[in-house]
């Protein structure tokens, strides 16, 4: 089975904490992307990232990929109310034209 | 820019019923595909189409059927809606198969 597994599901912290979420998988993919969800809306790409050991960083977002191309993480510095979401990560297996979703991490900022 | 235009935002449907959601992207996206999302479970998709008049399963297609007749249509046919059918509807569209994907606002509907 291939899957995509997101943690932790659920986080709530305090607005300036930092906070790492993952996303993790037996498999190896082509790429990997990374989508925030807010309420009532569509997911929204944050990022894609291509070759092992990638980093992107995006504002206080850095995204990393690992070596083998089969994991991910999402770090937030200094979290903000805005940031409140669920976030996927989909990751693209080429061997046979899949994209898969994991389940997201849906984060909760307090002011 | 309009994106990606899912119709309609919210739709309740009695067990048995059918109905169409319709999705329309202006972005000339070859891709494009009809996701459902419920609670805790993440986007399962449906149907794919690489580009007009070509249509593919995904992952849970039973109960749906599909056509791309243009490429900017891409609607999702319920026949016999069930309550299992009950979920959020997203389409997406995308420029190439593992390129990003730009999601409409989603269809709520509700079978009772």
């Known amino acids: 089975t291939q899957l995509l597994e997101q943690s932790p599901q659920f986080l709530s912290i305090q607005e300036g904490e930092n906070l790492t979420v993952y996303c993790n998988s037996s498999?190896?993919?082509?790429?990997l992307q990374w989508y925030r969800q807010e309420p009532g809306e569509g997911p929204v790409l944050l990022v894609t990232?291509?070759?092992?050991?990638e980093v992107k960083k995006l504002k206080r977002l850095t995204f990393q990929f690992g070596d083998a191309r089969k994991d991910s993480s999402l770090h937030i510095t200094a979290a903000q109310t805005g940031d409140t979401g669920l976030y996927l990560c989909?990751?693209?297996?080429?061997?046979?034209?899949?994209?898969?979703f994991g389940k997201g991490t849906r984060l909760h900022i307090l002011p | 820019n309009a994106g990606v235009t899912q119709t309609p935002k919210f739709r309740i449907l009695k067990i048995g019923q059918s109905m169409t959601l319709q999705c329309t992207q202006d972005?000339?996206?070859?891709?494009m595909y009809w996701y459902r999302q419920d609670p805790g479970m993440g986007l399962k998709l449906i149907y794919y189409?690489?580009?007009?008049?070509?249509?593919d399963k995904g992952e849970v297609p039973n109960g749906y059927n599909v056509s791309r007749s243009t490429t900017e249509d891409f609607p999702l046919r319920l026949e016999l809606a069930a309550p299992s059918q009950t979920s959020v509807y997203f389409c997406?569209?995308?420029?190439?198969?593992?390129?990003?994907?730009?999601f409409g606002d989603g269809t709520r509907l509700s079978i009772l």
């Open positions: 997406a569209s995308s420029y190439g198969r593992f390129q990003p994907q730009h």
């Open positions: 498999s190896v993919f082509s790429s």
């Open positions: 990232v291509v070759t092992g050991g």
């Open positions: 989909a990751g693209a297996l080429s061997r046979d034209d899949k994209i898969i």
């Open positions: 972005m000339n996206h070859n891709y």
């Open positions: 189409s690489v580009g007009a008049g070509i249509t």
